[in-house]
C-alpha cells in the first residue's frame, strides 16, 4: 500500500483494520508538536478520539521505575550490586537464586525469575494484590540462572516495586511523582486508575468482547499501571533522552542499567513510546484494541513504522 502524505491520512487507513481507535504525537525538534487521532474515544457511543485522552500506558511504567531506580542508587540509598535476598530475606528459599540475582539484573530482565502473567489464564481472572500475583511464582524453579540471559519478565518489576517501597517507606509511585512527574510538569500522569476521571481514559477493547473494558483494574502496580495522554510520556520521553530529567549522575547510572523507549500491551491498551535520534523526534502511538494472538500488535507496529516514514520524509 503507498505511503500516505499525512499522519492523519495514515490513522485513517489504520481504522480501516478494525481498530477502534488511535492516537499519535509527533514532537520533533525545530517544529510544534503535532497531536493526531482518528477512529473512537468511546465505540458505544461514538465519541470520537480525543488526542488529549488519558491511556493505559501498560509497561511504559518501567522506564518511570527505572529512572527512580537510577535516582535512588545516585543517593546512596540503594545499589545496584545488592541482592533480592538483601533487600527482600523474606524471599530467600521462595525465589530460586535470590543471593545471586541483583537489583541490576532486576531492572534488565536478566533473572531468570518466571514472569507470573505467563501462568496460564492469567488474564482471564488475575489478582490484583501484588502478594498474590507473586505468590505464581514462589518456589518455582528458575528459568535460567542469574545473568545468563535476558527474558522479559513482569516479576522482576514487581520486586523492584517492594524494593522501592520498602526503601522509601510510602508508595513508589509518589518517588516518581515528586522526583519526574512534578519537574517536567507532567500534569497528565497518573499511578493507577483510582485517581483519573473515568470518562478522560480512552475506551479499551479487545478483540471478541463487545464493552469496553477500561473500568478493569488488572493491579499491574510498578510493571504497568500508570496512565498519561500522548503528550505527557512524550515530554518524558523526550527529558530521558537528553538528560534533562536527570541531576548529575544519575544519567550515567540509568544508560548502564535500562533503555530509553518500550512498548506497552494489557488487553484494551497498545502503546508505542520511542525516540528517533536520526530527526531528533519523539514519536509516541496508542491504539485501544488488542488481542493476545500478536496479529493487532504486529499491525500495531506496522502502523507505527509507516508513521516513522512519513515524519521523516516531510523532514528531508
Do not use: C
Not at 545488592?82 to 523474606?90: I, N, Q, R, V
Amino acid at each position: 500500500m503507498p505511503l500516505p502524505a499525512t499522519v492523519q491520512e495514515q490513522l485513517e487507513q489504520a481504522i480501516l483494520y478494525d481498530f477502534d481507535g488511535i492516537i499519535v504525537y509527533v514532537d520533533q525538534a525545530g517544529k510544534p508538536p503535532a497531536s493526531y487521532a482518528a477512529g473512537w474515544h468511546n465505540r458505544e457511543d461514538k465519541v470520537p478520539a480525543d488526542p488529549q485522552a488519558l491511556f493505559k500506558i501498560g509497561s511504559i511504567t518501567k522506564l518511570y521505575v527505572a529512572v527512580a531506580v537510577a535516582k535512588l542508587v545516585n543517593e546512596g540509598r540503594l545499589s545496584l550490586d545488592a541482592s533480592l535476598a538483601d533487600y527482600l530475606p523474606e524471599l530467600a528459599g521462595r525465589i530460586e537464586n535470590s543471593d545471586k540475582i541483583s537489583l541490576r539484573m532486576l531492572v534488565q530482565h536478566r533473572t531468570g525469575i518466571p514472569n507470573f502473567t505467563d501462568v496460564p489464564n492469567f488474564w482471564v481472572d488475575p489478582p490484583i494484590d501484588a502478594d498474590e500475583q507473586l505468590r505464581l511464582v514462589l518456589d518455582q524453579p528458575a528459568d535460567f540462572a542469574p545473568d545468563e540471559e535476558y527474558r522479559y519478565s513482569n516479576t522482576n518489576y514487581l520486586l523492584i516495586g517492594k524494593i522501592l517501597d520498602k526503601e522509601l517507606g510510602y508508595n513508589n509511585y509518589e518517588y516518581i511523582k515528586e522526583e519526574i512527574l512534578i519537574p517536567l510538569n507532567l500534569n497528565h500522569t497518573f499511578g493507577s486508575l483510582d485517581e483519573v476521571a473515568i470518562d478522560e481514559l480512552m475506551g479499551g477493547y479487545y478483540v471478541g468482547i463487545e464493552e469496553d473494558i477500561k473500568t478493569v483494574d488488572y493491579g499491574l502496580n510498578s510493571y504497568g499501571s500508570m496512565l498519561a495522554t500522548a503528550q505527557d510520556v512524550a515530554v518524558f520521553l523526550r527529558a530521558l533522552n537528553e538528560g534533562s530529567l536527570f541531576k548529575e549522575g544519575e544519567q550515567a547510572i540509568y544508560t548502564s542499567i535500562y533503555a530509553s523507549e518500550h512498548t506497552g500491551l494489557i488487553p484494551g491498551y497498545q502503546s508505542i513510546a520511542r525516540y528517533h535520534k536520526e530527526m531528533d523526534a519523539v514519536i509516541i502511538q496508542f491504539n485501544n484494541t488488542t488481542n493476545f494472538t500478536g496479529y493487532d500488535w504486529s499491525l500495531a507496529e506496522i502502523i507505527y513504522s509507516r508513521i516513522v516514514k512519513i515524519v521523516k520524509k516531510k523532514s528531508s
